[in-house]
Nanobody, 120 residues
């Protein structure tokens, strides 16, 4: 079994900051990419940012320069530092990880989601 547990969502005013964290646990052999998607009401889920095990990062254009993704490979964690938040960043944020388990093919696993609301 594999679990991804997210933390750090909440309510923040425009211009504020939040830090999301996600920890993967369970029978993990290795993790390739980890990252964050988000889904606003009535919208499709979209990639926010991801990071490979080697540290290569990828960001949505809408968050470049404001969000920073990082990971700790030893702890199987990924963090999203979100600065200068805007109302349009309001969404449920989902952590994902591409994980290889012993005896199983590599697959994507998802967290349950954490709400981020940016409002005055």
């Amino acid at each position: 079994q594999v679990q991804l547990v997210e933390s750090g969502g909440g309510l923040v005013q425009p211009g504020g900051s939040l830090r999301l964290s996600c920890e993967a646990s369970g029978s993990i052999v290795s993790i390739n990419a980890m990252g964050w998607y988000r889904q606003a009401p009535g919208a499709q889920r979209e990639l926010v940012a991801d990071i490979t095990s080697g540290g290569s990062t990828n960001y949505a254009d809408s968050v470049k320069g404001r969000f920073t993704i990082s990971r700790d490979n030893a702890k199987n964690t990924v963090t999203l530092q979100m600065n200068n938040l805007k109302p349009e960043d309001t969404a449920v944020y989902y952590c994902y990880a591409h994980i290889r388990r012993r005896w199983y093919p590599a697959a994507e696993y998802w967290g349950q989601g954490t709400q981020v609301t940016v409002s005055s």
